[in-house]
Structures are given as structure tokens and as C-alpha cells.
């Protein structure tokens, strides 16, 4: 039984700030790497962000980079994704997801190689 549980989602003006989290139990993240996707209507899913747990290494989107920014509380098994000047571009639901399908040097940025999924947050920038 395992169960990723996303918060903070909410409504925000362009430039504002939004810090999403993601909750895990019956699964220990320090075996997964951990990724934020996400989906605005009509178009594909994509790679936002991810965090190897026992690495610590993190990876961005490009036009993320400068803006998100990924951590993590090992006693509490959570992720958190630091939103700051936010875009209306960057309106979708955001979900978490953990897969065991990473390296030192790599993570996937495929969802089909992702095992686990949150049920996702929805982030609305306004302009």
C-alpha cells in the first residue's frame, strides 16, 4: 500500500510563490528518486524536477532552472518544490512520482518509468 499525497497547490498571481509538497507512506523515497510532473489541459505530461534520495543530486527543467527549486525532510519523508515568479505558462496539475530507475549520473525523465503517483495539485498563475 503506498501513497504519494501532494499539497499546496493554489492560485497565484504572476511573480508570486507556491511551496508544493509530497508526502510518502509504504514507500521509503531513499530507495526512489522522486520527480514533480506536470500536465495543463490539452497538452502532454513533462518532466518539472527530480531529486535522487541517497545521492542528492537534483535535475530541472530548463525553463525551470532560477525559479524551483527541489528538497527534502528525510525524517518526514517528504519532498518539497519551491516555486518562486511564477509564470501563467507554469499553470497545470502538478504531481509527485518516485521511480528506482536512476544512477549516479541519471534519472528518467520518462513517466512510463514511473512507479508511483500522486494524485496531483493544481497550481493557476493568473496574469
Known amino acids: 500500500q503506498v501513497q504519494l499525497v501532494e499539497s499546496g497547490g493554489g492560485l497565484v498571481q504572476a511573480g508570486g510563490s507556491l511551496r508544493l509538497s509530497c508526502a510518502a507512506s509504504g514507500l521509503t523515497f531513499s530507495n526512489y528518486a522522486v520527480a514533480w510532473f506536470r500536465q495543463a489541459p490539452g497538452k502532454e505530461r513533462e518532466f518539472v524536477a527530480a531529486?535522487?534520495?541517497?545521492?542528492?543530486?537534483?535535475y530541472y527543467l530548463d525553463s525551470v532552472k532560477g525559479r524551483f527549486t527541489l528538497s527534502r525532510d528525510n525524517a518526514m519523508n517528504t519532498v518539497y518544490l519551491q516555486m518562486n515568479s511564477l509564470k501563467p505558462e507554469d499553470t497545470a496539475v502538478y504531481y509527485c512520482?518516485?521511480?528506482?530507475?536512476?544512477?549516479?549520473?541519471?534519472?528518467?525523465?520518462?513517466?512510463?518509468?514511473?512507479?508511483?503517483w500522486g494524485q496531483g495539485t493544481q497550481v493557476t498563475v493568473s496574469s
Open positions: 512520482a518516485a521511480t528506482n530507475s536512476f544512477t549516479f549520473y541519471y534519472v528518467s525523465r520518462d513517466p512510463s518509468e514511473y512507479d508511483f
Open positions: 531529486i535522487t534520495w541517497s545521492y542528492g543530486k537534483t
